[in-house]
């Protein structure tokens, strides 16, 4: 059996940061880990210009703690009104390294988001040219289809028409939840390409209404049948090379989350890497994980992977179950419970 395990250090790209206190009390569990992150841009208000990104990045960097090595990877939120010429600028600046769409309503802050695709396509067109990602929450909004569907109808009303018309442009698919989601990356070119989550790796929709409601096992896109977690965990540990780690840890005070809110969100930052480990052990490819957590992001994005190396060794870790959230406690992804690996100081 194996008992440790060195890999690359990873990155994750796909994280919801917060600001203000909660930032600053969240950031050391992803940075203990992982070298770089995607940083989500849907604060409140919403990040959509370069000025703002940049001045996110640097509150990011002074709440870092000292004698840690972490770089924020800043993306841009996009709207209806979006210019594309700002868009282009802030990337070529190198303030953001991706643009998001979140469709209208269909997570937190969204708000702002776009209301149809058909509204931003001079701003894809720009990104498609000069090679900027574009990363995607993958649901329709509208009332009439289940939540359960979105994101299966968001492959054929949104995204395929979407690289039929910019057939260069590189497309993150976020957090997948679906066999069809699997299925639709893995049936694409190599400019298409998704994350995932440990969330939806490991559970399934039965662990929101375990025990009763249970908000804590809420996000968005909310976890599916069995069969699609297997789907994506086959897809995940596959090998393919189109598929990486995003965790979407997602941080929310337990007040906002035990509450008629209910707010969406899993707060997995603490003990991401060994969340994801231990999928890979049950696979029995533990020694894909390194593809899946180094490699295969910073090839999309065009970067270099990390020289430095983390090890993770088979020690049985007890995750709390509350953690410093700032201002309040936060919940994290399996508190209570008990994790099969454990990150080597």
Request: glycine share 8%; hydrophobic share 40%.
């Amino acid at each position: 059996m194996t008992e440790t395990i060195t890999i690359r250090r990873p990155d994750d790209w796909h994280l919801h940061l917060r600001d203000g206190a909660m930032m600053e009390a969240v950031l050391p569990y992803t940075a203990r880990q992982f070298a770089r992150a995607i940083v989500m841009p849907n604060l409140a208000p919403p990040v959509t210009t370069a000025a703002a990104a940049a001045a996110y990045r640097e509150r990011i960097l002074a709440a870092l703690p000292e004698g840690m090595d972490f770089t924020p990877l800043m993306t841009a939120y996009l709207t209806d009104d979006t210019d594309p010429d700002d868009l282009a600028a802030g990337f070529e600046q190198g303030i953001w390294v991706a643009a998001k769409l979140y469709p209208a309503g269909a997570t937190t802050n969204s708000a702002s988001g776009v209301t149809d695709i058909r509204n931003i396509d001079r701003v894809v067109e720009r990104m498609e040219k000069i090679g900027m990602p574009f990363l995607a929450h993958g649901e329709v909004t509208h009332d009439e289809v289940d939540i359960f569907d979105r994101e299966a109808r968001f492959i054929e009303e949104v995204a395929i028409p979407l690289l039929k018309r910019h057939e260069g442009l590189k497309f993150v698919f976020e957090h997948i939840t679906t066999r069809d989601a699997a299925q639709f990356v893995e049936a694409g070119d190599a400019r298409i390409a998704a994350t995932v989550t440990p969330q939806h790796l490991q559970i399934n929709r039965n662990a929101i209404f375990k025990g009763g409601i249970n908000p804590h096992a809420y996000c968005l896109p909310v976890a599916k049948r069995e069969e699609h977690r297997l789907a994506v965990r086959k897809a995940a540990t596959g090998g393919s090379g189109k598929f990486f780690l995003g965790t979407d840890s997602a941080p929310h005070a337990r007040s906002a989350k035990e509450s008629a809110c209910g707010c969406a969100g899993i707060f997995n930052a603490p003990f991401a890497l060994e969340a994801y480990a231990e999928v890979f052990e049950e696979e029995g490819v533990l020694g894909r994980l390194e593809a899946f957590a180094s490699l295969d992001g910073p090839r999309l994005y065009g970067m270099a992977p990390n020289e430095a190396t983390v090890t993770l060794e088979k020690v049985e870790t007890r995750v709390p179950g509350t953690i410093d959230g700032g201002t309040e406690p936060v919940v994290p992804y399996r508190a209570g419970g008990t994790m099969g690996w454990r990150l080597k100081a």
